[in-house]
């Protein structure tokens, strides 16, 4: 309850300190924080914005030797032929599908993992456990992928072989294209999970100590400290990485999707970077790789707008 | 912040150059090129004047050479054959080596930034769709100056391969045709009293025997006949050739009744082969695993499980790993070469490389930069640079110890074969033989080939061009793939091959099927 | 550590957190162990397979060989370099501009939030940003890396909203005692964030830790390269042409896992330095809510 107290001061002070500012010559009061951002500002304008003009390539039939101005145009061709491939159907509906897992299975594991270490009292095993769960994220894709397959492989793999031996059938856990959807989002928990506990483990840093000592004060349970004070304090950091993540919906991940990506699961697998590599990138087609870019960050565009918008109607602070 | 004013103002020149691509210089010849496709390219002429003294090399020269690494070591500027060759030809020699997957692109950008390296490797696609535009150097008028390149890379007749009449605008990188062929479990075989496979039946019966009579006498039914792997963007089978040979297949493009033709549209030959691996997959004859091995995968398992009956061999690579890696697990195996079987009408072939990839020079590049290159060319072909680059430099990568060679550990580390093996080499079986090899494990490899040499399958679309297969190929293959790997698999009918056939022809085969024949009529002239 | 447990003992609840890190600890470390004891396995018994998490016999030899290799040791202190510069240069540029962002007062700030929130979304390929390095004359320089990769947007919304986390009292409290902005954010603000600062840091490290495309597009000199081009190289796995792989020198399984071991280790190194910034409350002392 306190909690709700000190943001509500805290909202009224910013308020105040905002018309405040207003009123008298904002743009002067603010010069020291222009000369703080300049290098920043000049990074983005130098090698995000400059290179955006690139962008013009997905009008056009773009030939190296020619360069941007030179080469021929050619409108909307390149989006007509990514509207009306007959498997943008298929790449809209496997993308969305592993993206939707991943948002509703991956994204909450760190946040739980956080919040699990959060509430360990003996800190050497929070810190073991912590360091452990952390160290997946060094090892590539690659490795991962490898491993997965010396476990789960049909032939030779580890768990078939004890599933065997125990009298029953092996499982085709990689070529049989059910398992697949399974096997991407528990590799990217697998692997990413600690990593990502990080970003609420620095959150939840910043609660104060005397909440919880108050609470405990008023009698309230575990479950009921971990509701009224840590979920709060992971809110706005919960908030902004589920937005961002929406602007990345159709990302899921180029290298690891082709890694476990084979003929028989590709109805299943084949999402739009792996399209666009086979498409685009092996051909050396930057028009039609830059095409598929667009289309996919105009779609993350518009759900990080809407996901933005809605988060202010509730009150909460979006990303912009 | 100060430093920042000349970064900025930097930048604002450099919207100017991405406006017109690349050096002002290089656009400007750009333009040129692009305006006069057809006529030569600027460097032609000055390189079609013949160079007096091209012993000239007064002044030092930074040389960038660009190639794909399969692996292993470095470039590095320390290394022995490093400094051996800047030495040797007054350069400073930048040669990076990066893997396949990261090549197309970093040479697609170097391409648009005009800043192609002194020379590369480029593969077909981008040699065919690039070999017009004047970025690579024409050697026709040169070639003969240099008497090592127009010996030992084939002759005129690969020299001229992939180009238009009159021009050599590459050399051309030397892969063993015939490089692989079956090597199968001799200790089995006599094991269980079985003969030689000949026919593709046999074959069949011999690895069931592998699959279900417990070779290896360990009393576990853990043993396979042969398994296979698809090549890496997924749109062939790999390992398994000779196979596809004796059920009369193409390898992927082939000559029927003075047409091209592709595998994919054989659909009787298709379904004797499909249900024969089908047959093989059920049976546990064929590894369970096959669709998603990785290149190397069966090599590996055949010589570190022991588990397997048949291997798809490279012979260099046979005798110098296989063997001793695989008498460790089973100290009785032998291997012995298994030539390709028969099929049903008596159709035999081996696994068959086409040599595509082509060494180019800069055409943009001083005419001295291109003249020092062509004579670092002409030694690494010559009787001492063949030596240099195979086995690196004397004293520092092996050692001469009697009248024997021995290898050491800075070969390996400096990659001191790395020219040999990713850019340039004669053709010459003999591409990963190094003078400390045994000569008996010489005569050995050799044989092998000798035996593969007659059973030639070769691809015949191999230098030719179509648009569409190089824009949708790739996507109508691993599609029509799908289907055929299912169908072996057990997924789905024999007959849904049909189909897979129809919608192939249907979703771009056609065109491509037309556009290679229009290329292959234009070369049979 | 008493004070959590002054949190009211609740038996069923500290077992089932327990219990459940504890698997999850031993999900990951299993397969993770497979990665470190290949690297310590003889080759016989990589070959044989005669093992799967502990080897019978234990050697450093991969470990030996990796340290005697030169191009290994070159592309492993390029790393080291590439990491500490590069991060030193992200933290200041990322830093800087997400404590200005931060500022709810300042004119244009929305517009500047737009502008960074569109990179992460569009970017214009590495044709263009390539370029633009060679026109800045960054090619084969390590500064390529640096700048092209000065701030990712990612992290500096994140870290911006870490700043606006920081109570406003604070900032007027400062600024009476006539502290300047660039005070209030070099002895107040940066302080009081360490958590995001460490985080921030950690995941820059690791960013430039892990670079390789840009290494492999930007520099020429392959003296240059980092270790990840090293391990790159090292883990390809075979093209096609079955003759290359064999040809080239191949490392053995245990090489490779040693060096994907000793790849990660500086960096997994580092962390347990860092959790003391995750520790819950580290704040209090100077956050009076």
Known sequence: MRMEIKEEAVESTASSSVARSRSSSAWIRGIPIYVMILPGFLYFVIFRYIPMGGLVIAFQEYDPFLGFLNSPWTGLDNFHRLLTDPDLGMLLRNSLILSGLNLILFFPAPILLAIMLSEVSRSWFRKSVQTIIYMPHFLSWVIVVNITVVLFATQDGGINNLLESLGFQRIEFLTDSHYFRALYVLQNIWKESGWSAIIFLAALAGVNPMLYEAAVVDGASRWRQVWHITLPALKSTVIILFILRLGQVLDLGFEHILLIQNPVNLGVADVFDTYVYRNGVLQGNFSYSTTVGVFKSVIGLVLIMLANRLTKVFGQEGVY | ?525 | MRRFNARGSQPIFTVLTTGMLLVSMLIVLFPFLYVVTTSFAPREEIVSRGFFVFPHRWTINAYGYLMSNRQFMTSFLNAVHITVLGTIVNMSFTSLMAYGLSKRWLKGRKALNLMVLFTMLFGGGIIPTYLVVKSLHLIDSYWSLYLTGAIAPFHLIVMRSFFQNIPLELEEAARMDGCGEWRLFGRIVLPLSLPAVATFTLFYAVQNWNAYFNAVLYLNDSDKWPLQVFLRQMMNEANDSMENVSGAFEYSPSVKMAAIVIAAVPLIAVYPFLQKYFNKGMLMGSVKG
């Open chain 2, 1 to 525: 912040m100060k430093r920042w004013l000349p970064i900025s103002i930097a930048a604002v020149l450099a919207m100017g150059t991405i406006a017109g691509c690349g050096d002002s210089n290089d656009s400007k010849t750009n333009a040129v090129n692009s305006e006069n496709t057809n006529s030569t390219a600027p460097s032609s002429e000055q390189s079609s004047e013949p160079d007096s003294d091209k012993a000239d090399q007064s002044k030092k020269l930074d040389i960038d050479i660009l190639t794909i690494s399969y692996g292993g070591a470095n470039w590095s500027n320390d290394s022995a054959i490093a400094q051996f060759l800047n030495q040797k030809f007054n350069v400073n020699l930048k040669f990076q080596a990066i893997s396949q997957d990261n090549y197309e692109e970093k040479l697609n950008v170097l391409a648009a930034a005009g800043n192609f390296p002194d020379a590369f490797l480029v593969q077909k696609p981008d040699y065919l769709k690039w070999r017009d535009k004047g970025v690579f150097l024409d050697l026709a008028p040169v070639i003969d100056q240099y008497p090592n390149l127009s010996q030992y890379l084939g002759g005129k007749e690969s020299l001229q391969f992939m180009n238009p009449p009159g021009k050599i605008y590459g050399l051309p990188y030397y892969q063993i045709e015939t490089q692989t062929s079956f090597g199968i479990r001799k200790d089995w075989l006599d094991k269980l009293g079985l003969q030689m496979p000949t026919t593709i039946d046999e074959f069949y019966d011999v690895t069931k025997a592998f699959a279900t009579q417990d070779p290896d006498g360990d009393g576990k039914a853990d043993t396979y006949g042969f398994s296979a792997s698809l090549v890496q963007n997924k749109t062939d089978f790999k390992h398994i050739d000779p196979i596809k040979a004796a059920f009369g297949l193409v390898n992927n493009w082939g000559v029927k009744d003075g047409q091209l033709i592709s595998w994919h549209t054989q659909t009787k030959e298709l379904e004797d082969f499909a249900t024969f691996l089908n047959k093989a997959y059920k049976e546990g004859v064929l590894d369970k695993d096959f669709a998603i091995n990785k290149v190397k995968d069966p090599q590996d398992k055949y010589e570190t499980a022991g588990k397997v009956g048949i291997d798809d061999v490279v012979p260099n690579n046979f005798y110098q790993a296989i063997v001793p890696k695989l008498k460790k697990v089973d100290p009785n195996a032998e291997t012995v070469q298994l030539l390709p079987p028969k099929g049903p009408t008596g159709l035999q072939g081996t696994s068959t490389n086409s040599i595509t990839q082509k060494i180019v020079i800069n055409a943009k590049i001083d005419k001295d930069k291109q003249d020092r290159l062509l004579e670092m060319f002409n030694y690494f072909l010559s009787d001492e640079g063949d030596v240099l680059t195979k086995s690196g430099v004397e004293g520092a990568d092996y050692k001469k110890d009697g009248d024997k060679y021995v290898k050491l550990d800075a070969f390996d580390q400096d990659g001191a074969n790395l020219i040999s093996t990713l850019l340039l080499r004669r053709f010459d079986l003999h591409t990963q033989i190094h003078l400390w090899d045994d000569p008996t494990t010489v005569s050995n490899v050799d044989q092998w080939f000798k035996n593969n040499e007659p059973f030639k399958w070769a691809d015949a679309a191999a230098g030719l061009e179509s648009p569409t297969a190089t824009k949708i190929g790739t996507t109508i293959d691993q599609k029509f793939m799908a289907t055929l790997i299912k169908v072996i698999m057990g997924d789905q009918p024999i007959g849904d091959i049909e189909q897979a056939v129809a919608q192939w022809k249907k979703d771009g085969g056609d065109q491509m099927t037309k556009e290679y024949n229009d290329a292959y009529q234009a070369t049979q002239k």
